[in-house]
């Protein structure tokens, strides 16, 4: 069973940067897409990006456009969010994701098609 672990999150100022990284275990995720999620208190889950299981083809959230840059390491069982340009409305829990029956990434702008979360990871931006 694969299990998704995030680290990278923390406290940063609005207008700096932080790196989120997504580890896979338990099975391979290298031919799937990877992607990531977050969810502010009392609102549903929502996409952020996605990336294609060879790391070709990238879908991002209006909201992530310009200011954050989804990767996948070598191995293709890691995933990274780079956020530039944070800002206090960034705020929230993030979650690694991953749809383990799709190579392409357009499907995972959907929480139906994710397989597995991983537990989250809090990004706070201060004004």
């Known amino acids: 069973q694969v299990q998704l672990e995030e680290t990278g999150g923390g406290l940063v100022q609005a207008g700096g940067s932080l790196r989120l990284s997504c580890a896979a275990s338990?099975?391979?995720?290298?031919?799937?897409?990877l992607g990531w999620f977050r969810q502010a208190p009392g609102k549903e889950r929502e996409f952020v990006a996605a990336?294609?299981?060879?790391?070709?083809?990238?879908y991002y959230a209006d909201s992530a456009k310009g200011r954050f840059t989804i990767s996948r390491g070598n191995a293709k069982n890691t995933v990274y969010l780079q956020m530039n340009s944070l800002k206090p409305e960034d705020t929230t829990v993030y979650y690694c994701?991953?749809?383990?029956?799709?190579?392409?990434?357009?499907?995972?702008?959907?929480?139906?098609?994710?397989?597995?979360w991983g537990q989250g990871t809090l990004v706070t931006v201060s004004s």
């Open positions: 990336i294609s299981g060879g790391g070709g083809s990238t």
């Open positions: 338990g099975g391979t995720v290298k031919n799937y897409a």
């Open positions: 994701a991953a749809d383990l029956t799709s190579i392409g990434a357009a499907n995972l702008r959907s929480r139906d098609r994710v397989d597995a």
